[in-house]
């Protein structure tokens, strides 16, 4: 259904359709990066910015897929729209290991491997996420974890320091003297 949704051609491979619906989550994201920068009361991406970034992408959804969400979330006993349901990884952390992605300090750009020194990562689990919402067998259960969890991954993967370096853990090992926080990744 979801193959239908998107528009892919029949002769893609499966992780071709995998990173075109990616792709299609990050472009949404794009206008949420560029909005946050032009909004002055904005001072952490936290719960907002990832709600910020799954209603833009829900708005960006054909009326089928955006059906397809809502009936989803409805089903949902604790949040009743899908900006607010992907919070949920971080409250409390789930999947601590996928929030993020490390990189070498020689990369130039993300490479052939999706998690180049440790896996899973944020970009292992956009992949597995897309794909268990696309599986025929999954239950409605399956795919709402799944669709709350990608939400939040866009969101992850366009946050700072979380595309980032092993040595010094995203930013939290770069101590800072302001009065916001003590290391750079809480900023």
Known sequence: MMHQLMGCPDDLTRREQ????????????????????LVPDVSA??????QIICEIAFQELNSQARE???????????FALFSKACTWPDHPRK???EHFVNLPRSATRLGDQPCPMDAPC???????DVAAL???????????AALKFL???VGDVHQP???SFKDDKGGNDIHEEGPCADNLHAV
């Open 45 to 50: 991406w936290g719960d907002a910015g990832h």
């Open 68 to 78: 397809a969400v809502q009936r989803l979330i409805r089903q949902d006993p604790d």
């Open 18 to 37: 995998r990173m075109m619906a990616v792709y299609q989550w990050v472009q949404g994201s794009i206008i949420v990066l560029l909005r946050l920068f």
């Open 122 to 128: 944020v970009v292992t689990a956009i992949e597995a």
């Open 151 to 153: 939400g939040h991954w």
């Open 134 to 144: 696309t599986q025929a067998g999954a239950t409605d259960a399956e795919k709402l």
């Open 161 to 163: 320091l979380h595309v």
């Open 95 to 97: 999947r601590a290991s």
